[in-house]
């Protein structure tokens, strides 16, 4: 069964994907490579695993603004999340987001950290809806 | 735009308001790398106001003298070059209102990137700004507007935290001061009840220092601006004696520094006069570094000239902090709370921290 989840549209458009779920914040500087799309800190819950195409959900970014660059360049190398998912965004990521045309929804519940990984999740911004198989 | 708007929803911003100038960071090729150089470099347009970039990862001129590789010179000329082609003033400086008064008088809307820049603009002049990032105010150069919130507004300008200073402060006290206060406030606003008159540069070294051991992008000092008028007594205060003061000198001394860098924030003139006077006559036996904007350096080619007469180099529009150059040392002695902050971690260096003439005594090896 679907699921429609309501949600604000920080950056527009549509995509879909396999969820990949963070419950810390991500400092895409620092955190990410921008070349592969994977993330290289060892403290990171995540270590390891690619961004590549993934709807990808966490509670928000943290860190140095240069992160917005470091999303850009993920969009450009083919390496950047198909879309992602905030519980409430901040500007380093918003503007990632935009920079890259990278659908960016938030303002949803916490609950949304309990999507399985791999799950399919379709993010429309436009609409302001994520949805998902329950 | 898109930018702009979005940042407005997500702070909850009415509506957009038009700003006076914009300084842009994101510009020191170390920072931004190749992303950020081509994103910047696909920008169109023409800026709707005055703008200028803080410092880029060398001397504009004479990076080989600091050895930068070709590789990185050409990377970080581009960037200049992407930024030049929107109208945007290629003064690469942490410190525009040494160079541009106008771009910042007392009520005026601004959307200034570098942290220290927006501490002296929403604190000294009496403007009002957030602390952009990069894109943010890239964007709101192009269309000459900010999104309406935070430090714009007097609800969020009033002070969070009192310090009463029990002791008199000079020069490089006040970076000591601001590394203390800073970690203490994160990204509240202090209010400051000081025994005497800091000078400008006393109140740049101070507003540095806290947005690198915080967050501060306000503060208030008593005498100067004052609060907005129902900001209300605030309840938190905390009280600073010499002896924390001097605690920040002990934890990071000097000694085995092999370079020494003054500049951070870049030097003003009265600054490059101080140390152009106690230069005189002595030779450098360690690499000195006097850090400035281009505009000040042509603006007193005579004290450039008696400052390098010594060894030292007058290096602009560029830093300690933000060059590869100061990769190569083990460590680093500054007169800067700042600096002393961010060296150790983007730099990857050790600091050590001491007043302007113990630095210079460093430098030149005499007692």
Known sequence: MKVKIACRRVSGGRAKGPALVSREPISFLGCVDPESGRIVDPDHPLFGRSLAGAVLIFPGGRGSTVGSYVIYQLKRRGAAPAAMINIKTEPIVAVGAIISDIPLVDCVSEEILEIKDGVEVEVDSDLGHVITAD | ?367
Not at chain 2, 319 to 326: E, G, I, R, T, Y
């Open chain 2, 1 to 367: 735009m898109e930018i702009l708007a979005a940042l407005g929803d997500i702070f909850g911003a009415e509506r957009l308001i038009p700003i006076k100038s914009v300084q842009i960071a994101g510009v020191s090729f170390k920072n931004i790398g190749e992303a950020g150089l081509e994103w910047i470099s696909e920008m169109e347009g023409n800026v709707a106001v005055k703008s200028v970039l803080n410092p880029a990862g060398m001397d504009l001129l004479r990076w080989r003298e600091m050895g930068i590789s070709e590789e990185f010179a050409s990377r970080q000329l581009a960037v200049v070059e992407a930024y030049r082609k929107l109208g945007i003033s290629t003064d690469c400086t942490c410190t525009p209102y040494q160079i541009h008064p106008d771009m910042a008088r007392r009520g005026d809307h601004l959307a200034w990137s570098e942290s220290s820049a927006v501490a002296y603009a929403n604190s000294v002049i009496g403007a009002r700004t957030n602390r952009e990032g990069g894109p943010s105010a890239l964007a709101a150069a192009l269309v000459g507007k900010t999104p309406y919130y935070g430090y714009h507004l007097d609800e969020n300008r009033a002070p969070t935290l009192g310090v009463r200073v029990e002791c008199d402060l000079a020069g490089s006290d006040y970076g000591a001061l601001g590394h203390i206060v800073g970690k203490v406030v994160g990204g509240g606003v202090p209010l400051f009840r000081l025994p005497g008159r800091p000078t400008q540069e006393e109140l740049k070294a101070l507003g540095a220092a806290m947005a690198a051991s915080g967050s501060v992008a306000l503060f208030y000092v008593e005498g100067l601006i004052s609060p907005p008028a129902d900001s209300g007594e605030n309840e938190e205060r905390m009280t600073i004696e010499m002896d924390e003061i001097r605690d920040v000198y002990r934890m990071h001394s000097g000694e085995g520094s092999e370079l020494v860098a003054l500049g951070c924030p870049h030097c003003s003139v009265p600054e490059l006069e101080a140390i152009a006077g106690q230069l005189r006559g002595r030779e450098v036996e360690k690499e000195l570094w006097i850090c400035t904007a281009r505009a000040i350096a042509k603006s007193r080619p005579d004290l450039v000239e008696s400052i390098e007469r010594s060894g030292a180099k007058v290096i602009c529009d560029t830093c300690m902090v933000v060059s590869p150059a100061s990769e190569r040392y083990r460590k680093i002695m500054v007169n800067s709370g700042k600096a002393l902050n961010y060296i150790p971690g983007l730099c990857g260096v050790m600091a050590g921290f001491g007043s302007t003439e113990e630095c210079l005594r460093a430098a030149t090896g005499r007692d």
